[in-house]
C-alpha cells in the first residue's frame, strides 16, 4: 500500500495525475507519419530485418537503445538517414509508457497524445507549450504537425519529457 501511495505521489509530480500504475500499462500505439521499415539495401536478409524489429519491440528501457544503435553501426555499417525513424519511434515508444499515455496518433495534420482512462494530463507542466499551439483537454493534448522552428518530432520530445 505504501508502495502504491509513493508511486502514485511520485507521478502527480511528474506531470500525470493517474489511478493505475504505468508498470502495468501495455505498451502505447504509434502511428506517427515516418516510415518504421528498415530500408532492405541496409539489411537485405529478411530474417535478420525481422529479429531485428523483435529486439526492437522487446526494448523497455531508453539504455537499451543506444546499444542497439552500436549494433546496427557495427554489424551493418553506418545507417542511412531513414534508420533513425524506427530508432526514433522506440525511443518515443519507451517515455511514452512511463508516462501512462495510451496512443500517439497522426490524424488531420495533428499528433495527438492520449491518456489511459482515469488517467489526467498536468496542464501546469505543459503549460508552456500553450504558446506553441498545443491544445490540452484532461486526457488528450494534440499538436500541430506545422511546428515552427524545431519541427514536430523535436516538440512530441519536449513535451512527452515534459511530462515525466
Known amino acids: 500500500m505504501l508502495a502504491t501511495a509513493v508511486e502514485k505521489l511520485k507521478m502527480q509530480k511528474s506531470g500525470v495525475i493517474q489511478t493505475p500504475s504505468t508498470s502495468k500499462l501495455p505498451p502505447p500505439t504509434i502511428d506517427l507519419p515516418l516510415s518504421a521499415l528498415i530500408p532492405e539495401e541496409y539489411v537485405d536478409d529478411m530474417v535478420t530485418r525481422l529479429e ?25 555499417g553506418v545507417p542511412p538517414k531513414h534508420v533513425d ?63 515552427p522552428g524545431k519541427g514536430w518530432r523535436v516538440m512530441l520530445e519536449e513535451i512527452i519529457n515534459a511530462m515525466g
Do not use: C, H, T
Not at 531485428?52 to 551493418?76: C, G, H, T, V
Not at 501512462?100 to 501546469?124: R, V
Not at 507542466?125 to 504558446?131: D, P, T, V
Open 52 to 76: 531485428l524489429y523483435q529486439r526492437m519491440a522487446d526494448i523497455s528501457e531508453l539504455k537499451q537503445i543506444p546499444n542497439l544503435e552500436q549494433e546496427l553501426n557495427d554489424r551493418f
Open 85 to 147: 525513424n524506427p530508432l526514433y519511434i522506440l525511443k518515443i515508444r519507451v517515455v511514452a509508457k512511463d508516462r501512462g499515455i495510451e496512443s500517439i496518433s497522426n490524424l488531420d495534420g495533428e499528433i495527438i497524445i492520449q491518456l489511459f482512462a482515469g488517467m489526467q494530463l498536468d496542464k501546469k507542466k505543459l503549460a508552456r507549450f500553450y504558446r506553441e499551439g498545443v491544445k490540452l483537454g484532461n486526457s488528450q493534448l494534440r499538436m500541430s504537425l506545422r511546428q
